[in-house]
């Protein structure tokens, strides 16, 4: 009778600490329905992104535990290639807006889209693995974020979140190409 009631202890303090680690998510979406600029978070991060001036897609900023910034293009018009601090962004073939990279601040990571062309969709892998996708296939102002986002500084985060943020405001926009 000990033993089983150990193996259960055991087994319930296992589902409990992976469900802890692999089940954080967050949400993100924009503020208002349909309003490209803005966007915040809610569950396990606290989160704010958002154009600087309306409609102005070189620069954004962002407020990310309580630290806030800049996300600007490192040359005007140039949407292949952010600065977020200390982080650069960058598409790795010119206007591939569905597999970028993010380096800086001692972090290495890259982002895709699960499908070529799937903006619904996303993998973060490198020095952490996140999966980013839409609440419902299309609904570009809704996603969930699932995975620990708790090593990253905060301008690796918001260089995180803003790669989804990116290409959907341009895709709604009609933008993209």
């Given at each position: 009778m000990n033993t089983i009631l150990k193996l259960l202890f055991t087994s319930v303090l296992l589902i409990f600490s992976a469900n802890f680690i692999w089940g954080q998510t967050?949400?993100?979406?924009?503020?208002?329905?349909?309003?490209?600029?803005?966007?915040?978070?809610?569950?396990?991060?606290?989160?704010?992104?958002?154009?600087?001036y309306s409609n102005d897609w070189d620069n954004w900023e962002y407020n990310i535990d309580g630290k806030s910034g800049s996300i600007k293009t490192r040359y005007s018009n140039d949407w292949d290639s952010w600065e977020v601090g200390n982080m650069r962004i960058k598409t790795?073939?010119?206007?591939?807006?569905?597999?970028?990279?993010?380096?800086?601040?001692g972090f290495n990571l890259k982002a895709k889209t699960r499908y070529s062309e799937d903006w619904d969709n996303w993998e973060i892998s490198g020095d952490v693995?996140?999966?980013?996708?839409?609440?419902?296939?299309?609904?570009?102002?809704?996603?969930?974020?699932?995975?620990?986002?708790?090593?990253?500084?905060?301008?690796?985060?918001?260089?995180?979140?803003?790669?989804p943020i990116f290409a959907a405001s341009i895709h709604q926009k009609g933008i993209h190409k």
């Open positions: 967050t949400n993100l979406k924009t503020r208002y329905s349909n309003d490209w600029d803005s966007w915040e978070s809610s569950g396990s991060l606290d989160a704010k992104i958002k154009t600087r790795r073939y010119s206007e591939d807006w569905d597999n970028w990279e993010i380096s800086g601040d693995n996140l999966k980013i996708k839409t609440r419902y296939s299309e609904d570009w102002d809704n996603w969930e974020i699932s995975g620990d986002l708790s090593k990253l500084s905060p301008a690796a985060k918001a260089a995180v979140l803003f790669i």
